[in-house]
T-cell receptor, first 116, second 111 residues
Framework: KAGVTQTPRYLIKTRGQQVTLSCSPISGHRSVSWYQQTPGQGLQFLFEYFSETQRNKGNFPGRFSGRQFSNSRSEMNVSTLELGDSALYLC???????????????FGEGSRLTVL | QKEVEQNSGPLSVPEGAIASLNCTYSDRGSQSFFWYRQYSGKSPELIMFIYSNGDKEDGRFTAQLNKASQYVSLLIRDSQPSDSATYLCAVNMNRDDKIIFGKGTRLHILP
């Protein structure tokens, strides 16, 4: 069974540009969550999507957005990049058959974004 | 108060000893608690979850939950060098159903 796939794995952008990151969840998983990981702040919740609907959103500015497609694949976009957006962006999917409260998140390998 | 707090460490423990990792959380109504392990350069992976007060054991790992004190811990018995990693405490917040992570505790098992 394939795991969570994130693309691209690494990317370098300059300030002011925008970036789109992609996540393909484990087959059958309908919930996709996004997290930003930095050494100083740890894993910070960005948003969660379930059946193409944003179910939850973290405390990030509106420059951070996301969406989910009918096949459960998800994308997140960051516009007007700032130096502080440099981070590892992790996507995680979870099973629809488990209690939503289990929190068993299966993480992808992440997309490492560097903003120059 | 941060939503989920952990001591960042590093916590150094001799091989074969018990490693004790702690976590506190702010949302008293939270019901689901998790421990993830993250090796350097890798993604987090779930190692334990606990919903009820008390202890839950799985092999060398024991999760302990005290909802009255809003405290979760992870004990690793017979620590091995392969246990050296960052351990992340995660809580499914009752108020908004978000899964929030602590910053993690770096654990170093000394051979």
């Amino acid at each position: 069974k394939a795991g969570v796939t994130q693309t691209p794995r690494y990317l370098i952008k300059t300030r002011g540009q925008q970036v789109t990151l992609s996540c393909s969840p484990i087959s059958g998983h309908r919930s996709v969550s996004w997290y930003q990981q930095t050494p100083g702040q740890g894993l910070q919740f960005l948003f969660e999507y379930f059946s193409e609907t944003q179910r939850n959103k973290g405390n990030f500015p509106g420059r951070f957005s996301g969406r989910q497609f009918s096949n459960s694949r998800s994308e997140m976009n960051v516009s007007t990049l700032e130096l502080g957006d440099s981070a590892l962006y992790l996507c995680a999917s979870s099973s629809p058959h488990s209690d939503r409260g289990t929190g068993e998140l299966f993480f992808g390998e992440g997309s490492r974004l560097t903003v120059l | 108060q941060k939503e989920v707090e952990q001591n960042s460490g590093p916590l150094s423990v001799p091989e074969g000893a018990i490693a004790s990792l702690n976590c506190t959380y702010s949302d008293r109504g939270s019901q689901s608690f998790f421990w993830y392990r993250q090796y350097s350069g890798k993604s987090p992976e779930l190692i334990m979850f606990i919903y009820s007060n008390g202890d839950k054991e799985d092999g060398r790992f024991t999760a302990q939950l005290n909802k009255a004190s809003q405290y979760v811990s992870l004990l690793i018995r017979d620590s091995q060098p392969s246990d050296s990693a960052t351990y992340l405490c995660a809580v499914n917040m009752n108020r908004d159903d978000k899964i929030i992570f602590g910053k993690g505790t770096r654990l170093h098992i000394l051979p």
